[in-house]
């Protein structure tokens, strides 16, 4: 095996081990879509007065429809928060891909691969992918769980749609992934990871359009949801799950893509120069 | 190796322009108290750290230029306890292994002779953290092995360890140099360890090595043994003229108070010098005779006892590299 796959594989049989440590990434995620996707339900609570005529309770009703399905892009409050949560998730479980280099360095492995022969880039990138697959397989059980509490997949919705959100979730996973390491390159304490995490995960979230859509919000909040990659996974996310639609729209993609792009450059460029010594 | 320096901060000086050769096949053994310099030396020559200056060749490659190639040729064991103690020993041998691209069914065979000659065969499946001191070291030197290197980094290879698992160790490292034509170059603060297992030996002491030769050629230095006594009142007592009086003393040195008498035929002069002293008004509280050993030769050379300073240097050290390290 390469010295990428067998670091690879040290990272993910290490998780693997800690089956425990598995089970708290879901907590977090699974809070937001069973306790508050589940109260906040918006349809319920625009219910038609009973002393609405009856004449016009079609008409009401349909208005109200409307108003919802074009804030919301669907009918069912949950639905959106759960398709918005799918990249909050991977935000979360990519924050902490940094953590494993930081014990690595403090518990002097990190020394044992830096005297090795091996390419600099190759200890960053086996934690890259890694990161990845972790969310990834992560991803899937959320996606099971969000289907059994009631997430209501488009009409059409095939294995084509499914795919493509798999991959947008893995550009999502490789952007915030290489950025995280890539900060961690040099860090010595965790507790300075933790808080980076925690100064980041909750503005990051709610400056998007994951819990609330976009356009209800003020401008300046609009400006920073705009360059928030969690908006722009949403976006397609959105299309792909909600509408069953592979109409994309390509300034979200090239934005990910772009950011991904960016990020792993960034990272592999650090590596080599940061990894060189101690 | 010459002229190599390593200075923290630009403030630190480790290892002060540090100039020596190391034979091929041979054990050389760096000895000195903790922050001395030898772990940070053994930095410096297995490229983990960057020298400040100074100019080094491994196998007739430069440091700093030809990294990559040094790293193929050595292997390290390094002081603390490394392996990634949620795999198990074979996964971690094996991953080292790739590391340095030896292929499985190589590594496997080498992994096999290796953890048999340490007698950690039948743990190798279990997680390292259930691994005792002792079995850990001993899966150190296993992994820094497995690419069978030209040169082995062993840093303090039996720190903390007991009297037989020490010995136990001395022992494999040797059989590496008989089986495995390794040169080896360790460090320790150990007199013991130096004396009985390397073949030449550096004494290093505040970055500077202050002696360098065969551990008998060390302690030929000596020229005899040493008495370490405590004395009262030796104001109006010249030094000078104990040799004068007895012959077999060769030299007479004030250390902390305590006079330190090199002669020979310690057993007989000890009595006579006491003698001596008491006649002059000196008034002798203790006394110890010292028979030639490295610890000897240390004390001769620098005036301290290589474990007085210990715990002191390697405290300071660590906050030192600490601070570094945040920088």
């Known amino acids: 095996m390469s010295a990428l796959a067998s670091l690879t594989m040290r990272e993910l049989k290490k998780w693997y081990r800690r089956r425990i440590a598995i089970i708290f990434t879901f907590i977090t995620p699974l809070f937001w879509l069973a306790l508050f996707g589940k109260s906040m339900n918006l349809y319920s609570l625009l219910k038609i007065p009973s002393n609405v005529p009856p004449q016009f309770v079609q008409f009401v009703q349909q208005a109200i429809d409307q108003i919802i399905i074009a804030a919301f892009g669907t009918k069912d409050y949950f639905t959106f928060l759960a398709t918005g949560m799918f990249s909050v998730f991977i935000l979360f479980s990519s924050m902490f891909s940094g953590m494993s280099l930081i014990f690595d360095r403090r518990l002097g492995y990190l020394s044992r691969l830096l005297v090795a022969p091996i390419r600099r880039e190759t200890i960053f990138l086996s934690r890259v992918i890694s990161s990845i697959i972790r969310s990834l397989l992560q991803f899937t059980a959320l996606l099971i769980i969000a289907i059994a509490l009631g997430l209501q997949l488009g009409d059409g919705f095939n294995i084509i749609h499914l795919a493509s959100l798999y991959a947008t979730l893995a550009l999502l996973a490789l952007a915030f992934s290489t950025l995280f390491i890539a900060l961690s390159l040099k860090i010595e304490e965790h507790d300075t990871a933790i808080a980076i995490t925690n100064l980041l995960n909750l503005p990051l979230m709610f400056a998007s359009n994951s819990i609330f859509p976009k356009n209800q919000m003020p401008q300046w909040l609009q400006i920073i949801a705009d360059i928030n990659p969690l908006t722009h996974s949403n976006i397609i996310i959105r299309k792909l799950v909600i509408e069953a639609s592979l109409d994309i729209p390509i300034k979200s993609l090239a934005y990910l893509l772009g950011i991904a792009i960016l990020t792993t450059i960034l990272g592999l460029y650090l590596s080599r120069k940061l990894l060189k010594h101690l | ?327």
Request: charged fraction near 30%; aromatic fraction near 6%.
């Open chain 2, 1 to 327: 190796m010459e002229g190599l320096t390593k200075i923290y901060n630009g403030e630190v000086l480790a290892v002060d322009n540090i100039s020596f050769e190391v034979y091929e096949g041979e054990i050389f053994g760096f000895l000195g108290p903790n922050g001395a310099g030898k772990t940070t030396t053994i930095n410096m020559l297995n490229t983990l750290i960057k020298p400040t200056k100074g100019y080094a060749e491994l196998y007739g490659y430069v440091l700093g230029k030809e990294d990559d190639k040094i790293r193929r040729i050595i292997g390290l064991v390094p002081q603390e306890l490394t392996a990634d103690d949620e795999l198990t020993g074979y996964e971690n041998i094996m991953l080292q292994a790739s590391l340095y691209g030896v292929d499985k069914t190589t590594a496997k065979k080498r992994a096999e002779d290796l953890l048999n000659m340490v007698d950690l065969y039948d743990a190798a499946n279990r997680l390292v953290k259930t691994y005792s001191g002792g079995m850990r070291r001993r899966l150190e030197l296993v992994m820094g092995l497995i690419h069978y290197p030209k040169i082995l980094f062993l840093d303090e290879p039996t720190l903390g360890l007991d009297v037989q698992t020490r010995a136990k160790i001395w022992e494999y490292i040797r059989n590496l140099r008989k089986e495995y034509g390794i040169t080896i170059f360790m460090t320790t603060h150990y007199m013991e360890e130096a004396d009985q297992l390397c073949d030449r030996i550096g004494i290093i002491d505040k970055g500077k090595i202050i002696a360098l030769g065969t551990p008998r050629e060390l302690k030929n230095m000596l020229k005899g043994d040493i008495i370490l006594a405590e004395v009262n009142n030796l104001n109006n007592f010249d030094t000078k003229e104990l040799p004068k009086i007895i012959s077999e003393i060769k030299d007479v040195k004030v250390v902390d108070g305590k006079l330190a008498i090199t002669t020979e035929r310690g057993e007989n002069t000890l009595p006579k010098i006491i003698n001596i002293l008491t006649e002059k008004g000196v008034n002798v509280t203790s006394v110890e005779l010292l028979k030639p050993s490295l610890e000897q030769v240390f004390l001769y050379l620098t005036g301290r006892k290589i474990r007085e300073e210990e715990a002191l240097d390697s405290i300071k050290m660590r906050a030192i590299m600490r601070r570094r390290r945040r920088m």
